[in-house]
């Protein structure tokens, strides 16, 4: 499975922007996929995962703004991003974890999303 994400770019605080992940490789069996970020100097942080089930989560940072979700008919994952800060500017990647209890085995190459105050 090769994961492409795409979607990222510049943006004033309080817009919006949607990150696409294409996968090259049916979707479908994938217990979890996710959509990570980085910003720099600082750790890599999980902003939302949807389950094989649809079952979504988020941390609080990003909880009522982002939303995920999959269209396993199009091999693809999506995150909505509403309400955007600059806090949230960072390196966008996605990953896919093949089963449950596994780690993410999967990643994409990272997308930039900046956020202009």
């Known amino acids: 499975v090769q994961l492409q994400a795409s979607g990222g770019g510049l943006v004033q605080a309080g817009g919006s922007l949607r990150l696409s992940c294409a996968s090259s490789?049916?979707?479908?069996?994938?217990?979890?996929m996710g959509w990570f970020r980085q910003a720099p100097g600082k750790q890599r942080e999980l902003v939302a995962v949807?389950?094989?089930?649809?079952?979504?989560s988020y941390p609080d940072s990003v909880k009522g703004r982002f939303t995920i979700s999959r269209d396993n008919a199009q091999n693809t994952v999506y995150l909505q991003m509403n309400s955007l800060k600059p806090e949230d500017t960072a390196v966008y990647y996605c990953?896919?974890?093949?089963?449950?209890?596994?780690?993410?085995?999967?990643w994409g190459q990272g997308t930039q999303v900046t956020v202009s105050s």
């Open positions: 990953a896919a974890a093949p089963r449950v209890g596994v780690p993410y085995d999967y």
């Open positions: 490789g049916s979707i479908f069996s994938l217990h979890r």
């Open positions: 949807v389950t094989s089930g649809g079952k979504t």
